[in-house]
Nanobody
Framework: QVRLVESGGGLVQAGGSLRLSCAPS????????MGWYRQPPGKQRESVAL???????RYEDSVKGRFSISRDSAKNTVVLQMNSLKPEDTAVYYC?????????WGQGTQVTVSS
């Protein structure tokens, strides 16, 4: 059974930092692209940051220079470090594991940035 468990969300003031973690189980971590997505209130889900099995990263333009994604194959975890947070970063953040032909989602964690 595949499970992606996210943690680290919460309430933070603008300019602050949060660190999101995702611990997937039931997948072959070495073969998947891991990603963080977010869904702001009243908007569609969007990609935030991706990291391939080989460590190649890609970021949505609005988070470049502020967010950093990393993966630890020894611990089977993926981390999203979010710095210089803005109110527009407020959203439910989801972890995703993508084999390319199928993917899996976590339950989401709320991030709220107050102005």
């Amino acid at each position: 059974q595949v499970r992606l468990v996210e943690s680290g969300g919460g309430l933070v003031q603008a300019g602050g930092s949060l660190r999101l973690s995702c611990a997937p189980s039931g997948i072959d971590f070495r073969r998947v692209t891991m990603g963080w997505y977010r869904q702001p209130p009243g908007k569609q889900r969007e990609s935030v940051a991706l990291i391939s099995s080989g460590g190649i990263t890609r970021y949505e333009d609005s988070v470049k220079g502020r967010f950093s994604i990393s993966r630890d194959s020894a611990k089977n975890t993926v981390v999203l470090q979010m710095n210089s947070l803005k109110p527009e970063d407020t959203a439910v953040y989801y972890c995703n594991a993508d084999y390319g032909y199928s993917d899996y989602w976590g339950q989401g964690t709320q991030v709220t940035v107050s102005s």
